[in-house]
Every structure is written in C-alpha cells, then in structure tokens.
C-alpha cells in the first residue's frame, strides 16, 4: 500500500511538470515562446497519448476491481481446508477473511485513486470491487457461522440467562442424629 | 478408537481427524488434570494423622529400644507413640464395627488386641505394626470381655494368652495365635468376672457370678484348661454384679441394692460372705454407687455421687475409709513397683490447676509424689489417666502420667510438665463449616490483625536479632515458625483466590476448632461450656455447626459467627443448645439452653438486617421455633412465610411428609417466634415391598450458572433447577441387609424424585436385582448414585438427569434476543412443570464409603464426583463419564460437544485420586468448599485423619500455574519493546535516506 501510494505521487508529480494546467503563473514565459501557437501535429499526438493512457486506465481500473476474485478463491480454499472445529488455524483465516474485504472496502478511493480521470468511468469497476469484496466479507462471516461463533441459535442467547429463582422454599429430612 | 479413523487420506478425512486429534488431546488434558508430580505433594495439600480418644495405654519403657506407648482409641485404632514426641511408629485401623475391648503387650514383642466383644485376638508386632496373626474365637454371644496376658514372662516357654468373655475361657498360643484349649463352664448366665493367676504357679483362677445372687471360683490348670476345683455358694440379697479384686483370695463385690458391699473370702473350697453397710463405712453416704476397677492389693476405689472414696481392706470384713476426693479426678490402674510394692495416681482438677498424687500400698496416706500443673481451660477436665514409671538416677522412682482430656486430646505429663500433646478429638468431627478470614486493610499491617502490637514488635525485634546473627537457636526457630506462618500461603487474611479460609469443625467431645487451610494448624480451639457434662445436662451431645452471621454489607465491623447445635440427652425430644462462636477468635458469644428439643434444623434463605441468619428448629412435635428471636427477624420471615415449606422423612414408619407453616399465636407473646405445622402430602412407601435406604438433596449453597444445557448441534435442552429436589431410595426390605443375604429375584432397588414442596413424585425407577448399600449425590439437575447389582455381581452407579420440558419452546432467536421470554420468571412448584427424564447406568469397580461433587464460586466449571473409596482414598471421576447421553457410536457434533463413546463400566484413572498415595484412614466425609478462583475447589475430607486439598476439575484455566515464569514473560515483553523502539528508528532513519535519493 504504502509503496503503490508512494508510486502514485511520484507519477503524478512527473505529470504536473508537463501539464499545462498547473504551470506557474507568476514565472514569465522565456522569450520566443509561444503558448499558443504550439504544433498541431503535436497536439494530436499528445491527444491520442491521453487517449491510449485513458484506455489503459480504464483497463487497469478493471483489473484492479477484479483482483478480489483470485483472493475470494484462495480464501475459500483455505477455508474448506480448516475444516469446520474451532482452532488457531480455523479462527486465523475466517479473521483474516472478515479482515481483508473490510480494509479493502475502506480503501476503496485511494485504490481506484491512480485511475481517476475525467476520461475515465471508474464507478463500474469501483462497484465491482465492492460486490466482490462484500461477497468475501460474506463468504468470512458464513465460516464464522460454520464455526459456531454467530450467536444465531437459541443457545447462544440462553447461556448466559440466570436460572430461574424458585418462589417455594422446602428444607428438612432425615431427623438429626 | 483411532483405527475407526484410518480413511483414505482425503481432504474430509484430514478435517475429520484434526478435529478428533484435537478432541483427543483435550480428552487426555482433562483426564490428567487431577494428577501431581511428586515433588508438588504437599504445596497446596495438608494431611493429618490422628487416632481418636484413648481407651487403653500400655507402656513398653524396656531399657533397650525406643520408648513407646501402645493404645487402642474409641476409633478403633490401635497405635504405637513415640513416648518423647507424641509422634506415631505406627496404626492399624480397625473397621467400623470392630471395637477395641482391650490391649496389651505379650511376650515382649507382640502387640495384642482383643476386638469385636471378645471374638477376635490379632498379634501386632511392636516394632513395626505389621500383624503376625489374627484368631477367630467361637463366641456365641459378644459379651463384656476380657484379656488375660500373663506378665510373667518365660522367654523360651510359650505363654498363653487368655481370654475370657462370657462363660468360656480361652487359651491361645502367643507364637502363632493357635487356640490350645478352650473351656466351655457349662453354667448358664455365667458371668466371670476376674481371672487371675497367683505367684508361680499353674494355676488360674477364675471368679464370677451365676445368675444374680451365686457366686463361683474356679482353679483352672493353665496349661491343659481342666478345672481342677470349683466351688459355688449363693448370698440370698443378690449382687449388682461388679466386683474387685482385693487380695488373692478376697473378692470385694456390690450387692444387688447396691447399699452395702459384700467381702468374699475364698479358700480351698470355703466361700464365706460378709457384708458391711456402706453408710457405716462412708460418711453421709447417699447416691449412686458404682465400684471402679482399680486392680489394686488390699485397696478398693467406689464412686459415690461423683466423687471418689478409698477403702482400705485390712482383712476379710474389716473395711477402712481413707480418703474421699471430690469430682473432677482421673484414677489410674495399678502400677506394679516392684514385687511386693505397687502405686496408683490419682489426678484431681481444682479450675485450671490439676493436681498429680501418687500413691502406693504401703502407705495410703502418704504420697510418693506430689505435682501440680497448669492446664488450659479449653481442654476441660481429665477424663483418664495411665502412669508409667521409671527410676531416676537417684535410684528414686519418677512417673510419666499419660492424661486424656474431656476434649479427646492426649497429653504426656512428666517431671510437673507436658511434654507433649495431641490433638485427637479431631479424629472424630461430626460437622464442619468454612469462614472467610478477615481482610487485609490497607495500611494495616497483617501483624495486626493476626496479633496484639506486643507480638508484632516481638516478631519484629526476633527477626532484626536474626539478621544481626545474634539470636539463639530457640530464637532461630520462633524466626522460623514466624515466616512460616507469614508466608504466603498461611496468612492469617484473606487472598485474591480465595483459597485461604477457616474450616470450622465440630468434634464428637463438643469441642470447636478452626483450622486453617494453608496447613491445618489449629487458628484457635474452644471446649464449648455449653457441651459440657454439668448438672442440668448429664449426657450433652454436639449435632451440627451452622454459619450464623456472615457480614457482607451491613455489619461490617462485626465478625462473622457459627452457631454450634447440640443436643442434652440421646432422645429425640431431649432439649437442645445452642452456642454461637465468633468464627475470627473462638469466643462463645451466646449460650442457650432450648426449651424444646431439636430433630430438624433449617438454615433459611434469609437473613435479618444485622445479616444474622435466620434458622427454623423443628422439635419432636412438630413445632417450628424461629431464630434468632428479634422482631426484625420475624419482620423478614412474616414476608417469606407463604413460601416456607418443610418435609419429614420417617424411616421407620416409612413415610415423608410435608408440612406448611402457620402462626397461630398472639403478637408480642413468646409464642411469637413458634409456628406450627400444617401437613401438607405425604408418600407412604408400601413397608411390605419397600424400605426407605438413603435420602439425598442438593446443596444449599450450590450455585448453578446456567439453566440450559446445549446439546450437539445447538440445540438447547433447559435443565429443571430446583433445590427442592429430594432423591428417595427404597430397597426390598428382604434385602435390607448386607450383599448375599437377598437373591437377585428378590433384590428391588427404586429410585424415585421427589418435590418437597408440592409432594409430587417427579420420576421413579426400578432397579431389578439391585440392593443396597446405596449412596447418592444430587446436583444441579442430576442425581448419580451407587448400589450393587447383585445379577451382574457387581457395583454400579446411575445416572439420572432432569430437564424441564415445558420451557423447551424458548427456541425462538429473535424472542430471546428481545427478551420475550420466561425463562427468568421466578418458578413455582404448584406450576406443575412437564420434565423429560434421561437416565444410564454404569458399572463402578469400587465400593464406596462417601459420595460428594465439586463446587465452584460460579458454577462455569464442569463438575467432578468425588468418591470415597473403601481404601480410604478419594477419587475425582469427571460427571462427563457419568452422562446419559453417551453412545457407542457418538456422532461427529456429539464428539465435538465433548461426548465419550459408551463403556459399560466406569475408567478409574490412578491418577486422578487426590489423595495420591495417602490415605485418610476411616474416611467419613468430604466437604467441597468454592474458592474465589472460578476453576479451584478446596476439598476437606475427614474421618480420622484430615486430608485437604484444592482440585480444579477443569484445569486451572483463569490463571497462571505457580511454576510459570514470570521472568520470562518479563524478558519478553522488554526484548520486544526494545525492538520495536529500534527498528523503528532504523525505519525512520532509511526512509529519510530513500528522501534524499
């Protein structure tokens, strides 16, 4: 994460240089230069390199929100491995399960950051990564389920109920001797 | 188990066997629980030996070997003490029935006893206490018997040993127990009194009573058991029958209306009869009289209205008074000096002061020693003395007195000192109860608590001299039994776990002691007044002790208190006592004599404001006294009273009953705090079929966490809780008696489940061929008991368990989530809820002689019975073996909630005895007493010895074991902080340097 944001900045900060855009204003153009009168020809090359970089985007976007899917697969694998008793290993991956498709889905922005582009639709491939990291989160708690940790049955609630207090009270037996 | 399991290696496979591993481990984990290593015996246990009050003392003081005294007690122990220490060489336990009549040492090295009224002699070995043999005598009748061990000792000529009992003498080998001849004297109603053996000779002679009035000696040949003479004449006023022997040839007896004494001369064939009036001998003579066995030439002991009178016998009718001691004395038997010289002591009480008198046939009037000690109060009078002599240096003799006192405890006197002591009344405890210690106030040091200011600075002063290096080796062990007594596990206050308390027990003698639970020494000890013989109670006994008042809230600054019931007199509506002991000190707070007498008492559910606890005394008619007698409590009790419901169980009559209470008596009258009985129902067992053998109920204070059981596959099975639960066993009256006296066809065993307050019988079973003994434990919704099955041959145990099927609907997740349920709505009995009952049975190898079941403060950990072996060992056994629903082939959800496949008979795992390798000789009880730790348990359990111990029948899973090693943990901890605080500063470090890349 940490590195792929710091990745993100760089590329982004390499961008700006030759953006348009942002160039500062208060720095006078060297002499000779023309902003406007830039090159027709190299307008359109840059146009068709934003186009093909939107492309790629949008291609990388998808990409990106399809990646939950191979994690969902070995996840199910691991938990039809651990079988269905309660241990280290059982509780270790159903909580690394919950765990993975929750901080993904608080993440969400920052993964689909990179992509972001007037150009580019990344809501499509945003909600594909959420359903699919929500089909993990369900895929987690249905283990949990498995295991027995939801408190989805009478006895889970009942336990912890005190007996009932009795109204009567009987003492006596055998005269003491 | 495991080869069920050896399927082809498939992903179902492997899921299917780590779970049954894991359940494995967790099987054996448990089953270890209960096991010690060896070197952890004694860190959390304590056992005490005792052997219960004496009854007869012999001396072996020979100049070779280690000095001992050799006794039998009333627990039927024989035993060897040290006679420097009061240490014990060694102890044989008799069985119950087997009573000690007397004890005596033959040829020097055996130990020989005479047990079971006369029937049995069995030879101990001195040294050691092994037994070398053991002879059956045909007695017809178990009578008052006697041995006779000649004291003249042949070495090399084999001495036979007599007993005599009844009307018939026996002869027995001392070598090897062999009976060499036996003497049937063909009279009926003979009574022999006396046997004896004049100096050097072969012959015994033997003097007793026929019938009331006819008196007999017979000249017996020693060596062949032919009556060489005999001779009989009769006294027209009767004989009481006691008798004394004074001279050789002179009987001194009682006559029938026990006002005068009767001289019996006797000699070749001649008896003549001379009667002296006692009022002529005594002045004012009036009471009862009884004559004392004191075997002693020419002097005769009689008790005369408690107190002693000396008569001097100078010829065949001249009679002599000496001397009268006033009650309380001890007087002990006769004590040959030397051949012609013989002494005797006498022990007199004046308060705390005993005077020792020892006098000898010379001179009556005189003493030859004179001492006088001081003694304890709380140890009461003497009860009986045994002297033993020795020569001084000086040539002179000196005496060792051995004393029992009214508390059952033993004492070796010598020299106007006591050398040591025993505390053998608590070889027979007839009730016990616990008390927390008080707690350790902040800024109050522990010092203070346990002692004065005095003591503190005194400890304290002790341990700086040694640390100086200055203190005297007596000085050094007080420092010792200082630290001892500070160290943590036998402070005098209360711990985190809750495993320091004191246990409070009452002894047979009517003596209270607290014991502490960290070692067993005695905290403080009293001899209740009120338990003692005095002139408005002539036969006090002690029955139960009671927690009176345990401050919780209210009350504070007051300590808590017992209350100790006893009764005067052995009948039921004898009137009762009550004394109520502050538990902290030992101080008799209040002592009562009851107006009427006590057959049930009720601790009540209830407590008045000062957090008294409220008692109801049931007498022998029927009446309900309330107590403690105040208005407040009355208050509390008026409220509750609708509710209040107690039962009878009639044994003979075979019949329970239940009663309500109403109050029919003014206010304000003494009346007030007496109700009366209203009879509710009663279960009349139908006496020709059955016969009520054990009842059992649940603990007062038991406390159950939860009232649903989760069965596999989460389902939920809702237990009936009630602590008005009654197990009821009847057995066959034709097999009432001991196994083998009923076959099997005859042999009915029923089990029934009984509401005591609404009289219902809630579930009955039947037994085929099953019999008695039964003993039964109940708890939570269960009841598992034990009785012998005489088809099988062998002992089993059932288990019954009880769920409550009207509140099996409450299965609805929502509603419980919600709350919409009944599940905590007080219960009635009068509700008549539907139960579903399941039941197994279970062979047991063991016969028992106690039942008991675990505790704990919450009741989360799951349970262990505790079983009395008949090797006087305790047995933990998990309730888990002991459960109804185990099958042969438990399904996967059922291994997994911890269900062990069916056996037809019961594993007893040699390490899960808790007693390990002791043993608590004569085993009684068991008491489970919670700790403060969920998982703990302290175990008390006594009969003559005290073994105590503290079980977690779960594994201690709330907290460390003591060897774990915090060091490490410490270690740890501080290595990963550090290396957090580094790496984390390397990270720092290479990320600026990534920066300036």
Known sequence: ?177 | MGSSHLRPPTAMAIRARLGFVILLLLFFSATLSAALYEDQVGLADWHHKYIGKVKHAVFHTQKTGRKRVVVSTEENVVASLDLRTGFIFWRNVLGKNDDIDQVDIALGKYVVTLSSGGSILRAWNLPDGQMIWESTLPVSTPSKSSLYVPANINVGKDNLILVFGGSSIHALSSMDGQIVWRKELSIDSLEIQQIFQPHDSDVINAVGFVGSSEFVVYHISYRTGEVMQQSKASFESGFCGEASLVFDNLVVALDASKSSLVSISFKNEVINFHQINLSDLVPDFSGKVTLLPLKFNGMLAIEIASSIHLLRVKGANELEFVEKISHPFAVSDALPLSKEQQAFAILQHEESKIHFKVKSDNDLRNEILKETIQMDSHRGNIEKVFINNYIRTDRTHGFRFLVVMEDHSLLLIQQGEIVWTREDGLASIVDSTTSELPVEKEGVSVAEVEHNLFEWLKGHLLKLKGTLMLASPDEVAAIQAIRLKSSEKNKMTRDHNGFRKLIIVLTRAGKVLALHTGDGRVVWSVLLPALRRSETCGNPFALRVYQWQVPHHHAMHENPSVLVVGRCGHGFDAPGIFSIVDSYTGKVQNSLMLEHSVSHIMPLPLTDSTEQRLHLIIDAKLQAHLYPKNSDSLKHFFNEMPNIYWYLVEVEKNKIRGYSLENKAELDTAEEYVFQAKELWSIVFPSESEKIAVTATRKMNEIVHTQAKVVADQDVMYKYISKNILFVATVAPKAAGEIGSATPEEALLYAYLIDTVSGRILHRVCHQGAQGPVHAVVSENWVVYHYFNLRAHRYEMSVIEIYDQSRADNKDVWKLVLGKHNLTVPVSSYSRPDVMVKSQSYFFTHSVKSMAVTATAKGITSKQLLIGTIGDQVLALDKRFLDPRRSVNPTQSEKEEGIIPLTDSLPIVPQSYITHSLQVEGLRSMVTIPAKLESTTLVFSYGVDLFFTRIAPSRTYDSLTEDFSYALLLITIVVLVAAIFVTWALSEKKELKEKWR
Do not use: C
């Open chain 1, 1 to 177: 994460m940490e590195k792929g944001k710091g990745l993100a900045r760089r590329w982004a900060v390499e961008f700006a240089e030759n953006s348009y855009s942002s160039s500062p204003v208060d720095v006078p153009d060297p002499m000779g230069f023309s902003r406007s009168s830039s090159d027709p020809d190299d307008a359109n090359a840059s146009r068709q390199k934003k186009e093909a970089e939107a492309a790629w985007k949008a291609q990388k976007a998808w990409e990106v929100a399809q990646a939950p899917v191979k994690n969902l697969l070995m996840m199910g694998f691991m938990m039809w491995m651990a079988g269905s008793t309660v241990h280290l290993f059982s509780i270790g991956i159903t909580f690394s399960a919950l765990w993975q498709p929750i901080s993904a889905l608080q993440g969400v922005g920052k993964v689909f950051e990179p992509y972001k582009d007037p150009r580019v639709d990344t809501l499509a491939p945003k909600l594909l990564f959420i359903a699919l990291n929500l089909a993990g989160l369900v895929l987690g708690i249905w283990k949990l389920n498995t295991l027995g940790l939801l408190p989805t049955h009478a006895s889970d609630w009942v336990s912890s109920l005190p007996p009932a207090s009795e109204v009567e009270y009987a003492g006596g037996g055998l005269p003491v001797h």
